[in-house]
């Protein structure tokens, strides 16, 4: 029965945004769907394109969403529409259709006086946030998640506001507004206490960690660091550890703790799998060479990391942790030459 289906649907999707395992996920994506019921049909069909933007798989996510806006648009159900559409902005955001999440987003917008619906304005506000905040039109990603966290809080959604508080801590760290930013941090911290999504709060402790290093609080830098990589390790996000790693290690050899800054700085480099990565942890390695003494090679690492090939852009251009870590590199150099 198709309402079986659907709370099955709700489950997975439930487990998966806590960052639990979730078994027999094929069996729950390849769901014969019934025909009937119009209304629930939609519905299940974009959960199951959420679950599948969750994945990372937008391409095969986004037949179903755009099915299901039309469905939604054709029953007159604007609610349905607007969370299809949203999922659809979703999708295409993550394959870099920057231009059409935006337009998707700002459907949504346009449909909320129809319904009554927080939690998607909260997302679709957040994620225009998100766009321009890539885009560093940082004023009006300010606007987008100020407005966010505001629907996140009347929703009750702790979890989304922990994202919404961090993602504005991030743009006020990049923004050079150190102290509102470390409010935003724990305050993204506290929000997050009990919601059990591990891997959020490791990454909101990490990027943490950057603006303590940023504010030269290293001991602090080094604990929120370390508590990342402990809490990445068990939940076995290997990617996201390796960046962790390199932060690390980073702040390790500031503290002159070599030896433990070579062995992390090695870990990260064996689990990266990622070029962006790769480059990250090299431009992190720098500080161990300067710890050991090798300040021309520490100059050779930063000058790559800010190296832009043809219309390649440079690392600094596309990563904010590449960019306090450029920035404090050429400091240290500066400080030893």
């Given at each position: 029965?198709?309402?079986?289906?659907?709370?099955?649907?709700?489950?997975?999707?439930?487990?998966?945004?806590?960052?639990?395992?979730?078994?027999?996920?094929?069996?729950?994506?390849?769901?014969?769907?019934?025909?009937?019921?119009?209304?629930?049909?939609?519905?299940?069909?974009?959960?199951?394109?959420?679950?599948?933007?969750?994945?990372?798989?937008?391409?095969?996510?986004?037949?179903?969403?755009?099915?299901?806006?039309?469905?939604?648009?054709?029953?007159?159900?604007?609610?349905?529409?607007?969370?299809?559409?949203?999922?659809?902005?979703?999708?295409?955001?993550?394959?870099?259709?920057?231009?059409?999440a935006r337009r998707c987003?700002?459907?949504?917008?346009?449909?909320?006086?129809?319904?009554?619906?927080?939690?998607?304005?909260?997302?679709?506000?957040?994620?225009?946030?998100?766009?321009?905040?890539?885009?560093?039109?940082?004023?009006?990603?300010?606007?987008?998640?100020?407005?966010?966290?505001?629907?996140?809080?009347?929703?009750?959604?702790?979890?989304?506001?922990?994202?919404?508080?961090?993602?504005?801590?991030?743009?006020?760290?990049?923004?050079?507004?150190?102290?509102?930013?470390?409010?935003?941090?724990?305050?993204?911290?506290?929000?997050?206490?009990?919601?059990?999504?591990?891997?959020?709060?490791?990454?909101?402790?990490?990027?943490?960690?950057?603006?303590?290093?940023?504010?030269?609080?290293?001991?602090?830098?080094?604990?929120?660091?370390?508590?990342?990589?402990?809490?990445?390790?068990?939940?076995?996000?290997?990617?996201?550890?390796?960046?962790?790693?390199?932060?690390?290690?980073?702040?390790?050899?500031?503290?002159?703790?070599?030896?433990?800054?070579?062995?992390?700085?090695?870990?990260?480099?064996?689990?990266?799998?990622?070029?962006?990565?790769?480059?990250?942890?090299?431009?992190?390695?720098?500080?161990?060479?300067?710890?050991?003494?090798?300040?021309s090679v520490a100059s050779?690492?930063?000058?790559?990391?800010?190296?832009?090939?043809?219309?390649?852009?440079?690392?600094?251009?596309?990563?904010?942790?590449?960019?306090?870590?450029?920035?404090?590199?050429?400091?240290?150099?500066?400080?030893?030459?």
């Amino acid at each position: 029965p198709l309402r079986q289906q659907l709370a099955r649907l709700d489950r997975t999707l439930g487990s998966m945004e806590a960052g639990r395992g979730v078994e027999g996920l094929e069996d729950v994506l390849a769901l014969d769907i019934s025909p009937h019921e119009r209304k629930l049909r939609a519905r299940a069909i974009t959960i199951r394109g959420r679950i599948l933007t969750l994945l990372g798989q937008w391409q095969r996510a986004e037949p179903d969403l755009t099915w299901a806006a039309r469905e939604g648009e054709a029953l007159g159900a604007p609610e349905i529409e607007a969370a299809a559409l949203l999922e659809l902005g979703v999708a295409r955001h993550g394959r870099r259709d920057l231009d059409g999440a935006r337009r998707c987003y700002e459907d949504v917008l346009a449909r909320r006086r129809a319904f009554e619906a927080p939690l998607l304005e909260a997302r679709a506000l957040g994620n225009l946030g998100a766009i321009a905040h890539d885009r560093n039109d940082g004023d009006a990603a300010y606007r987008y998640y100020i407005e966010a966290i505001a629907l996140a809080e009347v929703a009750g959604e702790r979890r989304l506001l922990g994202v919404f508080l961090g993602n504005l801590a991030v743009l006020n760290r990049e923004r050079g507004k150190l102290v509102p930013s470390r409010q935003y941090f724990v305050r993204a911290l506290t929000a997050l206490e009990g919601v059990g999504d591990v891997r959020l709060v490791a990454i909101t402790l990490g990027n943490l960690g950057v603006l303590e290093l940023e504010r030269d609080k290293l001991d602090d830098a080094e604990s929120q660091l370390a508590r990342a990589r402990e809490l990445l390790a068990r939940i076995g996000d290997v990617r996201s550890e390796a960046l962790a790693l390199a932060r690390h290690a980073a702040v390790l050899a500031l503290l002159g703790r070599v030896d433990d800054a070579a062995k992390a700085a090695s870990l990260a480099k064996r689990n990266a799998g990622d070029a962006r990565i790769e480059q990250l942890v090299d431009l992190a390695t720098a500080f161990v060479d300067l710890a050991m003494g090798d300040a021309s090679v520490a100059s050779e690492k930063l000058a790559r990391a800010r190296f832009r090939g043809g219309e390649d852009k440079a690392l600094v251009d596309v990563s904010d942790d590449a960019r306090a870590l450029a920035g404090l590199l050429e400091r240290k150099l500066t400080a030893n030459a």
